[in-house]
C-alpha cells in the first residue's frame, strides 16, 4: 500500500488590498525651477484635505493626487487594548511607519521564509504589443508580395488602416471580427502619437536648418488599461536572481524594465541563501513564518490578546530617467484607515513617475520562549500587496489665452502707429512671450513683426517655432507696447498678437483689427476683421463680414456648389470610415442610415427659372459583421 508523507504546514496572511487607485497631476502655477527642483512642500505630502488644498494651491506650484477606495476597517475583538491605543493619532501612526520602513514586510514573505513575492506587472505592454503588432505586418506583406520592386509601392498599400486591418484579419482567428481589428488599429495608431519631439533638417544655400515640433499625446488607448493588470509570485530566494537575469536577458520578456530594478538586492539575497543552505535541497524552515517585530514586550498572557489594525497606506514611487530607467524614491505615507487620498509635491515638472499602493495593518500576537515559558507581546507591521501601478506624466497641456484688450494710438510726435495690449489674465502664471503680427490684407498672411522674449526658465523648453533673431527681443520683465515706424499716414494693415507659455504652447490669434489713418479728422481708425480664436494656420476662420476699407471681402467657405451646362448629376458614398467610436469603444452614431430611420437630403436651385428641388438620399447598411 502506498504511503504519502503529510503535507507541510503553511501560514497564509491576507491584508486586503487597495482597489480604484488612481494618480493625476495637477499644475497650478509656474515657477523657474520647475524642472529641477522635487523639495517639495510639507504642507502637500501625504494625507490630503480638499478645503486646504484649495488654498495650497495658490502658494504650491503643483503635485500629484492620488485617490483610491479605503480598504474594509473591520477589526477583531481584542483591537482596543492598550498597545493599539497608543498609536489612535495620524500623526503617531506616520511616525510609526516612518521609524519602521525596512521592517514592513509583504503578506507573502511572512507567510514562507525561503521565498520572495514578486509582482509581475508590464506598464509598456502597449507599446511592445504595438510594435510587435507592426513587425508582423511588415513581415506579413513581405512574404505576400515577394515580387516588389522597391518598398515604395509596398508602403504604399500598407499606409492605410482598412488595409493593414485586411492583412491582420487573414492570419488572425475567426473568434476575432474584422470590426474590432480595426477599431483596435485606429486605437493602436490613436495612442502611438506620444508628446515628443520630432525635426528634420533641409540645406538652403550650402547651410543646414533644423526644425522641430511637437506631437501632442492624447488620451490612452484601449490598450492602455493592459499594462494596469498585476498579478503575483512565490519565487524561491536559492534561485530568484537567475531567474530575474534571464528574463532581464530576454529582449521579448515583459518584465525586464521591471526585474532590472531588483538584480542588485536579489543578487545578495541569492548568494546569502546559498551560503547557508543548499540549493538542491528544500528545507522545511522554508515554509516557517518569518516576521520581523517591530516591538517585543513582556506582559501577562491574561491581558494581552491577538489584534490585527488597518492603521494607514503606503505609496510606493518610482522615477523614470530621460533613458527610461526607473529609480526607488521615497514611499509616501498615508496615515488613517478611512483615508481615500493624498498627494505627492516633491515632483519635477516633464518627469515621469510610476505609483502604487499598500494598505499597512499592524498586527500583536502572543509568543513564548521556550527557555524561560514568558509570554510576550510581538507586534509588526504587514502591507497588502501592492496595487496596479499607475504612471503620471508631470506635463500640462493647456494652452494659454491671448492677449487682451489690443488698442492702438497714433504717436504725432514720431509719426509711427503705437499698438498696446494687456496681459492675459492665466492662474498659471507661465506666459513667457508676445507675438506681434500684420499683415497687408486678409489675403495675404500675417508677419511677424516683434517677439518679446522674457523667459526665466533653469531649463528652457525646445522651441517649435523659429524666429529671425532680428525679430526676438529679449528682456527680462514683459513689455506689453510696440512703437511700429514703417507704418505711415498712407498705410492701411491688419494686427494680431499671439502669447507663447513656459511649455511652448501658444495660443489662437487674438482679435485682428484694420486699422488706417484719417486724414480728414487727422486721427487713427480701426474696425474690427475677426474676433479673437482663430487658429495660426488659418487666420481667417472667424472673419466678420463688413466692408474693410481697401480690401475685398472674402469668405473663408461656401455653403453651396455652382455648377452650370450639366444635365446629370451623380451621387457617391465612399467615407474612409463607416464607424467611428469613442474612447469607451462606444459607436457614436454618426452615420445616418436607411436602419436608423435618418437620411440626407439634396437641394437643387435653378437660378435661372427660381425653381427648387430636394432629394432624398438614403444609405442602407448592408454589413454583416456590425
Request: with cysteine; glycine share 4%.
Amino acid at each position: 500500500m502506498a504511503i504519502t508523507f503529510p503535507s507541510k504546514v503553511i501560514t497564509v496572511l491576507d491584508v486586503p488590498e487597495v482597489l480604484d487607485f488612481h494618480a493625476s497631476f495637477r499644475y497650478n502655477f509656474f515657477v523657474a525651477d520647475e524642472k529641477v527642483n522635487d523639495r517639495g512642500d510639507r504642507r502637500v505630502q501625504g494625507a490630503s484635505d480638499d478645503d486646504e488644498e484649495k488654498e495650497l494651491a495658490k502658494r504650491i506650484p503643483r503635485w500629484i493626487d492620488f485617490s483610491f477606495s479605503p480598504v474594509d476597517t473591520r477589526t477583531n475583538a481584542a483591537v482596543d487594548n492598550e498597545f493599539v491605543a497608543r498609536i489612535s493619532r495620524p500623526q503617531d501612526v506616520a511616525r510609526l511607519i516612518r521609524n519602521n520602513l525596512s521592517k514592513i514586510q509583504n503578506e507573502s514573505d511572512v507567510a514562507q521564509k525561503g521565498y520572495t513575492a514578486l509582482k509581475l506587472q508590464d506598464s509598456s505592454l502597449d507599446t511592445k504589443a504595438r510594435r510587435l503588432v507592426h513587425h508582423t505586418l511588415t513581415t506579413r506583406a513581405r512574404a505576400k508580395w515577394p515580387d516588389e520592386k522597391s518598398n515604395r509601392k509596398l508602403l504604399k498599400k500598407m499606409q492605410t488602416r482598412s488595409e493593414q486591418s485586411k492583412l491582420l484579419n487573414e492570419i488572425t482567428s475567426n473568434h476575432i471580427t474584422s470590426r474590432w481589428i480595426m477599431h483596435a488599429f485606429g486605437q493602436m495608431h490613436q495612442n502611438s502619437t506620444y508628446l515628443q519631439r520630432r525635426s528634420f533638417t533641409f540645406k538652403w544655400k550650402g547651410k543646414s536648418h533644423t526644425h522641430s515640433y511637437n506631437m501632442r499625446r492624447p488620451k490612452p488607448s484601449m490598450f492602455h488599461r493592459f499594462t494596469k493588470h498585476g498579478t503575483y509570485a512565490q519565487v524561491n530566494n536559492k534561485f530568484i536572481h537567475t531567474i530575474l537575469t534571464r528574463s532581464v536577458a530576454d529582449p521579448m520578456g515583459p518584465f525586464g524594465d521591471e526585474f532590472s530594478l531588483q538584480l542588485e538586492d536579489t543578487k545578495q539575497l541569492q548568494e546569502e541563501e546559498r551560503k547557508h543552505n543548499r540549493p538542491g535541497i528544500i528545507g522545511d524552515y522554508e515554509y516557517l513564518p518569518n516576521i520581523v517585530p517591530i516591538s517585543v514586550e513582556r506582559v501577562d498572557p491574561n491581558k494581552i490578546g491577538t489584534a490585527v489594525k488597518i492603521v494607514g497606506y503606503l505609496v510606493d514611487k518610482f522615477e523614470y530617467s530621460h533613458y527610461g530607467r526607473r529609480y526607488k524614491k521615497t514611499s509616501i505615507i498615508i496615515p488613517g484607515a478611512t483615508t481615500g487620498s493624498g498627494v505627492d509635491s516633491k515632483i519635477k515638472y516633464g518627469s515621469k513617475y510610476a505609483y502604487s499602493v499598500r494598505s499597512i495593518a499592524l498586527v500583536q500576537f502572543t509568543a513564548v520562549d521556550e527557555e524561560t515559558s514568558q509570554v510576550y507581546a510581538v507586534s509588526g507591521l504587514l502591507c497588502s500587496r501592492p496595487s496596479p501601478e499607475t504612471i503620471v506624466t508631470c506635463k500640462e497641456f493647456r494652452a494659454p489665452p491671448p492677449p487682451g484688450d489690443v488698442n492702438f494710438v497714433w504717436d504725432y510726435e514720431d509719426e509711427c502707429l503705437v499698438i498696446m495690449w494687456s496681459f492675459p489674465v492665466v492662474s498659471q502664471r507661465d506666459i513667457k512671450r508676445f507675438q506681434l503680427f500684420r499683415r497687408g490684407s486678409i489675403k495675404e498672411p500675417f508677419e511677424l513683426q516683434v517677439e518679446y522674449d522674457f523667459d526665466d526658465s533653469v531649463i528652457p523648453d525646445p522651441r517649435s517655432e523659429y524666429p529671425r533673431r532680428s525679430r526676438v527681443k529679449e528682456m527680462e520683465s514683459p513689455l506689453t507696447t510696440y512703437h511700429d515706424y514703417e507704418f505711415t499716414r498712407d498705410s492701411i494693415a491688419i494686427y494680431s498678437l499671439c502669447s507663447i507659455d513656459a511649455h511652448d504652447f501658444s495660443s489662437n490669434y487674438s482679435v485682428q483689427y484694420v486699422v488706417w489713418f484719417d486724414k480728414v479728422k487727422n486721427r487713427l481708425r480701426k474696425r474690427l476683421v475677426s474676433p479673437s480664436g482663430a487658429p495660426k494656420p488659418y487666420p481667417n476662420f472667424y472673419l466678420v463680414e463688413g466692408m474693410i476699407p481697401g480690401m475685398q471681402d472674402v469668405n473663408l467657405t461656401s455653403d453651396c456648389i455652382k455648377d452650370s451646362r450639366h444635365h446629370s448629376l451623380q451621387v457617391f458614398f465612399d467615407p474612409e470610415y463607416l464607424s467611428i467610436v469613442n474612447d469607451d469603444g462606444e459607436d457614436l452614431e454618426l452615420l445616418a442610415t436607411k436602419e436608423s430611420k435618418g437620411s440626407y437630403k439634396l437641394q437643387i436651385i435653378n437660378c435661372d427659372r427660381q425653381q427648387s428641388q430636394v432629394v432624398d438620399i438614403e444609405i442602407e447598411d448592408l454589413r454583416s459583421w456590425k
